[in-house]
């Protein structure tokens, strides 16, 4: 039986790429992968190859066709239900598809002064006050479901490092903004901080950040961005 195949742009840049590509190893699901670089001049067109919405990622499975981020890693919790895609307790679950739903529709501030940049490490900016509501926000749902899901899971087992103990597609659709915070130097609070160390401990985060920073394609105010940051620091 042919593998699904997972269309993403480049690693060093797609956010959008990151979250379900997590899930799917996460998940334990085998697929290929297909790279399609980003911000060429074929690129679209590409793209439109695979989808009609013209943007990345999108999953193939067979006659299946999955688009955004967030369906995708629905589809994944789907094809493997015993991987714990999303918590089992219902009330968890609920609030982990609301927390990953604001995610995906919101931080517009912190995406577009922090854009995911793997070679920006080490980068500063100034934080407006836009930003700093979007980060402290973003804290804010770490902290809570850490608190509420995370230390202990609703049977009394020992909960783990991510939000609801488990990794689940909550910790994929927030896997770019700890990118983001680790290499903008976003100062945290002790718990979120651990939280972040936890997730960039993941060996498939290492092995895409890994594959992220030796990329040859750049994007150029990307690449401006994290230089210029620099300046402030």
Same mark, same amino acid.
């Given at each position: 039986? @042919? /593998?699904?195949?997972?269309?993403?742009?480049? $690693?060093?840049?797609?956010?959008?790429?990151?979250?379900? *590509?997590?899930?799917?190893?996460?998940?334990?699901?085998?697929?290929?992968?297909?790279?399609?670089? %980003?911000?060429?001049? +074929?690129? $679209?067109?590409?793209?439109?190859?695979?989808?009609?919405?013209?943007?990345? =990622?999108? %999953? #193939?499975?067979?006659?299946?066709?999955? *688009?955004?981020?967030?369906?995708?890693?629905?589809?994944?919790?789907?094809? @493997? =239900?015993?991987?714990?895609?999303w918590p089992a307790e219902?009330?968890? #679950?609920?609030?982990? /598809?609301?927390?990953?739903?604001?995610?995906?529709?919101?931080?517009?501030? %912190? #995406?577009?002064?922090?854009?995911?940049?793997?070679?920006?490490? +080490?980068? /500063?900016? =100034?934080?407006?006050?836009?930003?700093?509501?979007?980060?402290?926000?973003?804290?804010?749902? *770490?902290?809570?479901?850490?608190? #509420?899901?995370?230390?202990?899971?609703?049977?009394?087992?020992?909960?783990?490092?991510?939000?609801?103990?488990?990794?689940?597609?909550?910790?994929?659709?927030?896997?770019?903004?700890?990118?983001?915070?680790?290499?903008?130097?976003?100062?945290?609070?002790?718990?979120?901080?651990?939280? %972040?160390?936890?997730?960039? !401990?993941? =060996?498939?985060?290492?092995?895409? !950040?890994?594959? +992220?920073?030796?990329?040859?394609? /750049?994007?150029?105010?990307?690449?401006?961005?994290? $230089? +210029?940051?620099?300046?402030?620091?």
């Amino acid at each position: 039986m @042919a /593998r699904p195949v997972l269309v993403i742009g480049n $690693k060093n840049y797609s956010s959008w790429s990151l979250r379900p *590509w997590l899930a799917l190893r996460m998940a334990g699901i085998a697929f290929e992968e297909l790279r399609i670089p %980003l911000y060429e001049a +074929g690129s $679209k067109a590409a793209i439109l190859l695979h989808s009609p919405a013209g943007k990345v =990622p999108i %999953l #193939r499975d067979g006659d299946v066709t999955v *688009w955004e981020s967030l369906a995708i890693c629905e589809y994944a919790a789907e094809l @493997a =239900p015993g991987a714990g895609l999303w918590p089992a307790e219902p009330a968890a #679950r609920a609030h982990a /598809r609301a927390i990953s739903a604001e995610m995906h529709a919101g931080f517009f501030a %912190l #995406r577009g002064s922090m854009p995911m940049n793997l070679r920006a490490e +080490g980068a /500063r900016i =100034p934080i407006e006050s836009a930003v700093r509501a979007d980060i402290d926000r973003v804290v804010a749902i *770490w902290q809570e479901c850490r608190a #509420r899901f995370g230390a202990a899971v609703p049977s009394g087992a020992s909960g783990g490092p991510f939000l609801f103990g488990a990794f689940t597609n909550a910790d994929a659709m927030f896997a770019p903004v700890v990118t983001r915070f680790h290499s903008y130097g976003v100062a945290l609070p002790a718990s979120a901080q651990a939280y %972040l160390d936890a997730v960039r !401990a993941l =060996p498939a985060m290492q092995e895409w !950040a890994a594959a +992220g920073v030796v990329e040859a394609e /750049r994007m150029p105010d990307t690449d401006a961005v994290a $230089k +210029g940051a620099r300046a402030h620091v």
